[in-house]
């Protein structure tokens, strides 16, 4: 069964604009990690965001954000300003119970494109 | 921050030949590597967990024979990919957890670019 969802195989947003990106997920467990990473075409994975599922706040990291939806079971990321450089694949990744350690699901990622 | 490194980042090898690939946690002791694959535009793919000093626990559908898993020290894993076929060209990638306080940020190596003629 798939636990995490990501269904914008593709986005466009204009240089400077807020873009979200999607990411349900499906767990039964009450404690797990929601984790948003950026991979370039160099292919490297770039931690951008972290959340647990007991934080009250949703987290935030400079320009990233992440809409923590706990009751929907989503864990969206929000880009602020955009810049080129964001162009990328986004892929949202959960952590189930934690005696697995940081084993990863990931979902089927997200390309973004930032257009000048 | 953490920073796990990973080599060779590209490797071209000849069908039936066998490549390995290091993954090392240069500056924290990484109890558990994990090992994904990638292939184009599609998402990471677990292939298995590596922990230090034990065997490697390998998902459903990976064959442990054809990909040799060893975790000999606390800041190297390899992953050797034995006769090696075109259908096993494909991205690569390792991360490495330290200490469940560093859960929150899992490093992940730059990946290694496998072609095999």
């Known amino acids: 069964a798939q636990k995490i969802t990501q269904t914008q195989p593709g986005m466009f947003v204009q240089e400077k604009e807020a873009v979200t990106l999607d990411c349900t997920y499906d767990?039964?467990?009450?404690?797990?990690?929601l984790f948003w990473y950026k991979q370039p075409s160099s292919g490297e994975m770039i931690f951008l965001i972290y959340?647990?599922?007991?934080?009250?706040q949703n987290a935030t990291e400079g320009r990233y954000s992440l809409n923590f939806q706990k009751a929907r079971k989503s864990a969206n990321l929000v880009i602020s300003a955009s810049q080129l450089g964001d162009s990328a694949m986004y892929f949202c990744?959960?952590?189930?119970?934690?005696?697995?350690?940081?084993?990863?699901?990931f979902g089927a990622g997200t390309i973004l494109r930032v257009k000048s | 921050g953490a920073v796990v490194s990973q080599h060779p980042s590209r490797v071209i090898c000849k069908s039936g030949t066998s490549v390995k690939i290091e993954c090392r946690s240069l500056?924290?002791?990484?109890?558990?590597m994990f090992w994904y694959r990638q292939f184009p535009k599609q998402s990471l793919m677990l292939m298995a967990t590596?922990?230090?000093?034990?065997?490697?626990?390998?998902e459903q559908g990976v064959e442990k024979d054809k990909f040799l898993i060893n975790h000999a020290s606390l800041t190297l894993s390899t992953l050797t990919v034995t006769s090696a076929h075109p259908e096993d060209s494909s991205f690569y990638i390792c991360?490495?957890?330290?200490?469940?306080?560093?859960?929150?940020?899992?490093?992940f190596g730059s990946g290694t670019q496998l072609s095999v003629l």
């Open positions: 767990t039964s467990d009450q404690s797990y990690g």
């Open positions: 959340q647990g599922s007991y934080d009250e």
């Open positions: 990744a959960m952590r189930e119970r934690e005696e697995y350690g940081n084993k990863l699901v």
């Open positions: 590596s922990n230090e000093g034990s065997k490697a626990t390998y």
């Open positions: 991360s490495a957890q330290g200490s469940w306080a560093t859960n929150e940020k899992l490093f």
């Open positions: 500056d924290f002791q990484a109890t558990t």
